[in-house]
């Protein structure tokens, strides 16, 4: 009986140390998606890729299945590449910025 309660209690601590290294990863890639669509020259890209942004963290916040969260992870880490590209490009085609943003 000891040895099951101790079985359990540092299976417990995995999980909870694993769940404690999946939200580091998800904040971490959180803010480089939000500092990279901050680099959005046009005015409705940035906010678009911004609201965009934290719609899909605030949905995903009760995801549980671990499966699951780490294909989010992933389809996240491939948009960060996508918005990287997407704000490279937008910089070198500036035009001239919306009265709203001045």
């Known amino acids: ?17 694993s769940s404690a290294a999946h939200r580091m990863k998800v904040l971490s890639l959180y803010k480089q998606l939000l500092r990279e669509s901050q680099k959005f ?10 609201r965009r942004i934290r ?26 590449d996508i918005i990287k590209r997407q704000a490279l490009i937008s910089q070198m085609f500036r035009a001239d ?5 001045k």
């Open 1 to 17: 009986m000891v040895c099951f309660v101790s079985s359990l209690r540092r299976r417990r601590t995995i999980i909870h140390m």
């Open 41 to 50: 020259s046009s005015y409705n890209f940035r906010n678009y890729a911004l």
């Open 55 to 80: 719609d899909a963290f605030r949905e995903g916040k009760a995801l549980t299945d671990s499966t699951k969260i780490q294909s989010e992870v992933d389809y996240a880490s491939k948009n960060l």
């Open 97 to 101: 910025k919306l009265v709203i943003e």
